[in-house]
């Protein structure tokens, strides 16, 4: 099995696909450590708007991010679909254990690795520098986010990240 960084050396990328708004997203399957319903979200005072909110997983302080503030998206309240991903990413080199927020959690799906291009820099709607690939599947496609880079850059707080923040006050 490859790293997991390395989608292009792969046959397929296994992923969990999962819904924000209307977009269909995948995350490497071997980072969900579990999905949950939505628990008590604690907030974080003078926080980024995209990681606001600490959740208990299993006695474990753990962050929560909200991947549609990076992609400049509405945030609709949660409901009876609403789920949080628990995963690994890492940051600056050192594995995380961090929580994602997600619309509705679909499958876990192969995704070949030939039908994964590269994001194309004009004409998305979502900043190319936090989408690793776009993926093909069943006519329709897959964005792949760059956790890594989405992560260190809100840990960072460099202006790509508030800029982003600031776009989705809605």
């Known amino acids: 099995m490859s790293a997991p ?17 209307d ?6 399957a071997g980072r969900v450590r579990e999905i949950l319903d939505l628990v008590p979200i ?3 005072p003078n926080s ?5 909110g600490l959740i208990n997983v299993r006695g474990r302080v753990v962050p929560l991010a909200d991947l549609r503030v990076m992609f400049g998206m509405a945030r609709p309240e949660p409901d009876e679909d609403t789920r949080i991903v628990v995963m690994e990413v890492d940051i ?6 961090a929580g994602i927020l997600a619309d509705k959690v679909h499958d876990v799906t192969d995704i070949e690795a030939a039908s994964i291009e590269e994001a194309p820099k004009v004409g998305m709607r979502w900043r190319p520098e936090f989408v690793k ?9 897959i964005i792949i986010p760059d956790m890594e880079r989405i992560f260190e850059t809100s840990a960072g707080r460099s202006p790509v990240g508030a ?8």
Do not use: H, Q, W, Y
Request: glycine letters at 12%; a negative charge.
């Open 92 to 97: 600056d080199g050192e594995p995380t254990i």
């Open 42 to 44: 604690t907030a974080v």
């Open 133 to 141: 690939g776009i993926g093909k599947r069943n006519g329709g496609f």
């Open 5 to 21: 960084n390395d989608i292009a050396s792969a046959a397929s990328m296994t992923a969990l696909t999962i819904r924000l708004e």
């Open 23 to 28: 977009e269909l997203f995948a995350v490497e």
């Open 48 to 52: 980024p708007a995209f990681v606001g």
């Open 163 to 170: 800029a982003s923040e600031e776009g989705s006050a809605l």
